[in-house]
Nanobody, 127 residues
Framework: QVQLVESGGGLVQAGGSLRLSCAAS????????MGWFRQAPGKERECVAA????????YYLDSVKGRFTISRDNANNTNYLQMNSLKPEDTAVYYC????????????????????WGQGTQVTVSS
């Protein structure tokens, strides 16, 4: 398994921006698709963005397209989620996750295929 540690969450006003980071260790990072999921109270966990191992392909949830950008730095085993124009409905705990197998390419990503998870970071957007 890979160990994942998120950072960068916090409280921001609507229209503001946050950048989440996810540091990975334990496996060959450059062979793994990485995903960002979120879970709001009373709702199911959903994938908001994903990026393939080389960064060539990305996936975004429709509601975040044009506002969120996922990227990765394979040299430093880190991936990022830049979140702009945040809305109150973006409020959730955000999780970084990696699938259980290398070279994963199923978009939209299936939650059940992801076996490594970070501890989560709270993002709160006030109106």
């Amino acid at each position: 398994q890979v160990q994942l540690v998120e950072s960068g969450g916090g409280l921001v006003q609507a229209g503001g921006s946050l950048r989440l980071s996810c540091a990975a260790s334990g496996r060959t990072f450059s062979t793994y698709t990485m995903g960002w999921f979120r879970q709001a109270p009373g709702k199911e966990r959903e994938c908001v963005a994903a990026i393939t191992w080389g960064g060539r392909r990305t996936y975004y949830l429709d509601s975040v397209k044009g506002r969120f950008t996922i990227s990765r730095d394979n040299a430093n085993n880190t991936n990022y989620l830049q979140m702009n124009s945040l809305k109150p409905e973006d409020t959730a705990v955000y999780y970084c996750a990696a699938p259980s197998r290398a070279f994963y390419y199923t978009f939209p990503p299936n939650l059940r295929d992801f076996g490594s998870w970070g501890q989560g970071t709270q993002v709160t957007v006030s109106s």
